[in-house]
């Protein structure tokens, strides 16, 4: 339960920065490789499952983690993978979260804000938040990574018995953004 509060918490902080304005084999910095048309908006989904495995996440947290569950958040037009942990004493949870400028919906798109403007927003909502060297715009703060690349915002975030996994986002992080 704490796990699912917790990937529940991350998304709330974005969608209330949002609201509160009315794999690796990329073909250009910043564009995920997995999109998927979605022929009732014309704009591209992402499928998030598929910029990451459930391999490469046990090597970076040292836990076995199931296939991805993927979803997309029709209210922003993000898109979401959740991996959870296999077996073992605690959960573990790893979620990345992609939203695009073209696959923006509802009151982000209305708003006319753009996506750089709706990430310097977000961060505002974390005080302690260290810049990284990533992307066009990236930091860190408490157990996520938030990289913004191009017309792309990537969030990761770990939710583990420890701080374990600070390490492993941000590699996870520039293995997806390059």
Known sequence: MRTVAAVTGSLLVLGIALSGCGNSDQAA??????TIEDKSTSAATVDACK????GGLEQRFGVSFGAGALTHQEETGSDQCVWTSSGG???TTFSLTVLRQDGLRGDLK?????????????KGAYPKAKPI????????????????????WYSF?????????????????A???G
Do not use: C, N, W
């Open 89 to 91: 004493a605690s959960t």
């Open 110 to 122: 209305s708003s006319g804000m753009t996506l750089a403007q709706l990430f310097e927003q977000t």
């Open 29 to 34: 910095k910043g564009t995920p490789s997995a």
């Open 175 to 177: 293995q997806v953004v």
């Open 51 to 54: 910029l990451l495995t459930p």
């Open 133 to 152: 060297d990533l992307g066009d715009q990236a930091y860190i703060a408490a157990r996520e990574v938030q990289v913004l690349a191009g017309d792309t």
């Open 157 to 173: 975030s770990f939710h583990g018995p420890d701080d374990t996994g600070v390490d492993g986002l941000k590699a996870l992080a």
